[in-house]
């Protein structure tokens, strides 16, 4: 017996919690529930089910993260995979005995590390990109436009024709469909930045897709393309504050900035803002906070 026993009942338990279970959510958390299996085997603690799991393992499963240098929100998320787990066996009494508090990761801020890029940084990157690999750099160019993430821009292919359309109708409100890469399968749709521009660039990502094997990215699977994608973007420098994220930011900052300009409300805006995005409009405050946070700031020192 090894710490994968205990890995493997921790991921059948979380699997039988409440709560996400989205494919991008249980792959981050049965990794975080490998880790902690690691650490406490390493520890000495021949532990095989989650209901052998003792105050004892957390605690130090805990010390181990803050003495490797994890920030508080890491060491919380880690600590919530395992309170998911012991949940899905019964347990969540005991495991919520065991608080952020107590284990030294409470306090942590939700707040994003990214800044909105700005198009002229983005202008800046794009030549470079599209130098090592035409494809990645088309894929950044409909991050911008759509706010969308990167393993939705990548297989944005599926969907380029039927944009293209919903761009064109006049008679269309101008919002796509995003289906394909979502986090969860969860179909949403989404306002471009600047319609005629997003028409532009749709028909030119379906040009390459033609010169290109049916592909943006020209990997034979997704695994190889998003390998490809992030290693473009890091050739080209696009980490830290300007990695390609930062375009889904500069995305939301922009609307939450139009939509209040002609009198939404700021809760309303955030919302709204929020289900283009892809998460729920209950989740607009977090979406305000984590995406648009600098943009209202900005706006509220304007103000004063």
């Excluded at 921790?10 to 996400?20: N, P, V």
């Excluded at 929100?73 to 995979?81: C, I, K, Q, S, V």
């Excluded at 890029?117 to 690999?133: F, K, R």
Aim: proline share 3%.
């Amino acid at each position: 017996m090894s710490h994968k026993s205990l890995a493997a009942d921790l991921c059948r338990a979380a699997r039988s919690a409440r709560g996400k279970q989205a494919d991008h959510t249980r792959k981050g958390r049965d990794q975080s529930l490998m880790r902690f299996a690691v650490s406490v085997w390493e520890a000495g603690f021949q532990v095989h089910t989650a209901g052998g799991i003792k105050e004892k393992h957390i605690e130090a499963w805990a010390a181990d993260m803050e003495s490797r240098g994890l920030s508080k929100r890491t060491r919380a998320n880690n600590l919530a995979h395992i309170r998911t787990a012991l949940e899905g066996v019964g347990r969540r009494p005991f495991a919520d005995k065991l608080s952020n508090s107590r284990l030294d990761a409470a306090g942590a801020s939700r707040a994003g590390t990214k800044r909105p890029m700005p198009h002229e940084a983005l202008a800046v990157y794009l030549p470079t990109v599209a130098a090592i690999d035409p494809g990645v750099a088309v894929v950044l160019e409909l991050m911008a436009q759509f706010g969308l993430r990167a393993e939705e821009g990548v297989r944005a292919v599926k969907s380029l024709a039927d944009w293209l359309r919903a761009l064109r109708n006049p008679a269309a409100d101008g919002f796509v469909t995003v289906i394909h890469g979502t986090k969860g399968g969860k179909t949403r749709r989404s306002p471009s930045l600047d319609r005629q521009h997003a028409a532009t660039l749709v028909e030119r990502a379906i040009d390459l897709t033609k010169a290109s094997g049916g592909k943006l990215v020209r990997k034979p699977d997704l695994k190889r393309a998003m390998d490809r994608f992030h290693y473009v973007v890091r050739k080209a420098g696009m980490t830290g504050a300007d990695a390609p994220h930062s375009l889904r930011y500069a995305y939301t900052a922009e609307h939450l900035r139009r939509l209040k300009a002609v009198g939404v409300s700021r809760r309303e805006a955030a919302a709204g803002v929020s289900t283009w995005l892809g998460h729920g409009d209950g989740r607009g405050t977090w979406v305000e906070y984590v995406y648009g946070r600098k943009e209202l700031a900005a706006e509220e020192v304007g103000n004063a």
